[in-house]
């Protein structure tokens, strides 16, 4: 009997059922003759150069990596050195962009600008808290939370207050700004407006009406651009916050039941500081939701090729898990560099190892409900079907599974090795697994160590008649 194990199942005291989503392993829909998917180890954290203090947001610019680390704006180079180029002051995630001349940094209600040599704050008056930034069409355009404003063509530093532009549809604040398609979206707590370039001597951007969509984003960082779309965290008025795609007028909803009741935990404010990234890489879309003590992926490419929506979990840890010490993805040097916004560490994604900076960290998968029909049933057999082989160096890791006949409480976990490193046809089975009287959901837990992808798990089942 195949047993499902690219989405588990458990329960909770509501009562309800329950999606449990992999942990560190990254579903991939591939026909393979063994099954029509399987879980890959999520990519490791591999050290590449040192900060100044915890992450805050970084881009690529002309070939190069620029980072916010701490208070500092550095740029990382291609050898692992990090050059300080100046202080933009303390605070939350910060905002990039550029221009042909400048690196622009939205920083703790600040906007600097970076020409390659000198690193320059805008102190004109008339531009108030910046909030946000994005460059487009030869301004840099920035908001306030309340209106929409743009530097002077020929002049970043200068701003005309005759020149301010609103947000007007909805008495919200604007939260964010992003561009897609050379069309700037401001992004409100409720509603998101789309603005083009008409010209013109006052404010040269005008709203396309029939762009609107009729939600919001919950914070500054909790948007981005997603397969030539606005992913976003948020709400309409008088609902729950969740993650959407927004496009030409409407908002897709991307969170399932299992999202919206995670999502559920956390409270407007902590929704507030989420940060949400894209990376597009081999195959995959996908789209991170760095929550305080996890982040979320969706995988576009994969939820398209199964309808149905595909999720996981990245996170850091071995006993309890926490968040991903990864963040900030910017494609340089043809790697992924991420940074840790709790430490100075900049690292890069690694597929050949899942371990984060040297450290192991845990993965875990479960089941769909084995049920047969009422009747009970002997367990005589578990095999894990897995490529094999691949494990760390010099080690000979483990791993264990456990079973629950309520989706709430566990079993002893019964333990096997995986393998040494080049051991290839290394089989996968647990004998003797006990008797189900009516349902069990199976759990299988290791750590980095255990490199494996699972293909199938295979049960060897006796029914017993009622």
């Given at each position: 009997?195949?047993?499902?194990?690219?989405?588990?199942?458990?329960?909770?005291?509501?009562?309800?059922?329950?999606?449990?989503?992999?942990?560190?392993?990254?579903?991939?829909?591939?026909?393979?003759?063994?099954?029509?998917?399987?879980?890959?180890?999520?990519?490791?954290?591999?050290?590449?150069?040192?900060?100044?203090?915890?992450?805050?947001?970084?881009?690529?610019?002309?070939?190069?990596?620029?980072?916010?680390?701490?208070?500092?704006?550095?740029?990382?180079?291609?050898?692992?050195?990090?050059?300080?180029?100046?202080?933009?002051?303390?605070?939350?995630?910060?905002?990039?962009?550029?221009?042909?001349?400048?690196?622009?940094?939205?920083?703790?209600?600040?906007?600097?600008?970076?020409?390659?040599?000198?690193?320059?704050?805008?102190?004109?008056?008339d531009l108030g808290v910046c909030v946000d930034v994005v460059w487009?069409?030869?301004?840099?355009?920035?908001?306030?939370?309340?209106?929409?404003?743009?530097?002077?063509?020929?002049?970043?530093?200068?701003?005309?207050?005759?020149?301010?532009?609103?947000?007007?549809?909805?008495?919200?604040?604007?939260?964010?700004?992003?561009?897609?398609?050379?069309?700037?979206?401001?992004?409100?707590?409720?509603?998101?407006?789309?603005?083009?370039?008409?010209?013109?001597?006052?404010?040269?951007?005008?709203?396309?009406?029939?762009?609107?969509?009729?939600?919001?984003?919950?914070?500054?960082?909790?948007?981005?651009?997603?397969?030539?779309?606005?992913?976003?965290?948020?709400?309409?008025?008088?609902?729950?916050?969740?993650?959407?795609?927004?496009?030409?007028?409407?908002?897709?909803?991307?969170?399932?039941?299992?999202?919206?009741?995670?999502?559920?935990?956390?409270?407007?404010?902590?929704?507030?500081?989420?940060?949400?990234?894209?990376?597009?890489?081999?195959?995959?879309?996908?789209?991170?939701?760095?929550?305080?003590?996890?982040?979320?992926?969706?995988?576009?490419?994969?939820?398209?090729?199964?309808?149905?929506?595909?999720?996981?979990?990245?996170?850091?840890?071995?006993?309890?898990?926490?968040?991903?010490?990864?963040?900030?993805?910017?494609?340089?040097?043809?790697?992924?560099?991420?940074?840790?916004?709790?430490?100075?560490?900049?690292?890069?994604l690694d597929d050949t190892t899942s371990d984060h900076y040297g450290?192991?960290?845990?993965?875990?998968?479960?089941?769909?409900?084995?049920?047969?029909?009422?009747?009970?049933?002997?367990?005589?057999?578990?095999?894990?079907?897995?490529?094999?082989?691949?494990?760390?160096?010099?080690?000979?890791?483990?791993?264990?599974?456990?079973?629950?006949?309520?989706?709430?409480?566990?079993?002893?976990?019964?333990?096997?090795?995986?393998?040494?490193?080049?051991?290839?046809?290394?089989?996968?089975?647990?004998?003797?697994?006990?008797?189900?009287?009516?349902?069990?959901?199976?759990?299988?837990?290791?750590?980095?160590?255990?490199h494996l992808s699972f293909l199938r798990l295979e049960a060897r089942?006796?029914?017993?008649?009622?």
């Open positions: 009997m195949q047993i499902p194990i690219l989405n588990g199942i458990y329960t909770d005291t509501a009562p309800d059922v329950r999606t449990a989503y992999p942990v560190n392993l990254v579903p991939v829909p591939k026909a393979s003759g063994v099954s029509n998917g399987y879980l890959r180890p999520a990519d490791g954290i591999v050290s590449f150069a040192t900060g100044e203090g915890g992450d805050r947001g970084g881009i690529n610019w002309n070939g190069q990596c620029y980072r916010v680390s701490g208070t500092k704006l550095v740029r990382v180079n291609a050898n692992g050195t990090a050059d300080v180029l100046g202080d933009v002051g303390p605070g939350a995630p910060v905002t990039f962009d550029y221009s042909f001349d400048y690196l622009a940094i939205a920083s703790a209600g600040n906007l600097y600008l970076w020409n390659g040599t000198i690193l320059q704050q805008v102190t004109d008056p487009v069409d030869g301004y840099f355009m920035t908001t306030d939370g309340e209106f929409l404003i743009v530097t002077e063509l020929n002049n970043p530093f200068a701003i005309d207050p005759l020149k301010y532009g609103s947000s007007e549809v909805d008495p919200d604040p604007v939260k964010a700004l992003l561009k897609v398609r050379n069309e700037v979206h401001a992004l409100n707590r409720y509603t998101i407006e789309v603005f083009e370039n008409v010209g013109g001597d006052n404010f040269p951007f005008d709203r396309i009406d029939g762009a609107q969509i009729q939600k919001g984003v919950v914070g500054t960082r909790a948007a981005c651009v997603f397969a030539e779309a606005i992913a976003f965290l948020g709400s309409g008025r008088n609902e729950n916050v969740s993650i959407y795609l927004g496009a030409n007028g409407n908002a897709q909803p991307l969170a399932t039941r299992e999202i919206d009741q995670v999502l559920a935990q956390y409270s407007e404010a902590t929704l507030s500081t989420v940060v949400l990234e894209s990376r597009l890489d081999k195959g995959h879309q996908h789209l991170w939701v760095r929550l305080p003590d996890r982040t979320l992926v969706y995988d576009l490419a994969a939820s398209q090729a199964v309808q149905e929506p595909v999720w996981f979990t990245l996170a850091s840890g071995l006993e309890e898990i926490g968040a991903l010490p990864a963040a900030f993805l910017v494609r340089c040097y043809d790697k992924w560099l991420v940074g840790d916004p709790g430490s100075n560490r900049i690292g890069y450290e192991p960290a845990q993965w875990e998968f479960s089941t769909s409900i084995l049920y047969n029909e009422g009747d009970s049933a002997i367990i005589h057999e578990l095999e894990l079907v897995a490529l094999t082989g691949s494990v760390a160096a010099d080690t000979d890791p483990t791993i264990s599974t456990a079973y629950s006949v309520d989706g709430m409480t566990w079993s002893q976990e019964r333990t096997i090795r995986a393998g040494i490193r080049g051991q290839r046809a290394k089989r996968l089975v647990w004998l003797q697994q006990g008797w189900m009287e009516h349902w069990r959901v199976q759990r299988f837990r290791g750590d980095s160590r255990a089942v006796e029914a017993l008649a009622a």
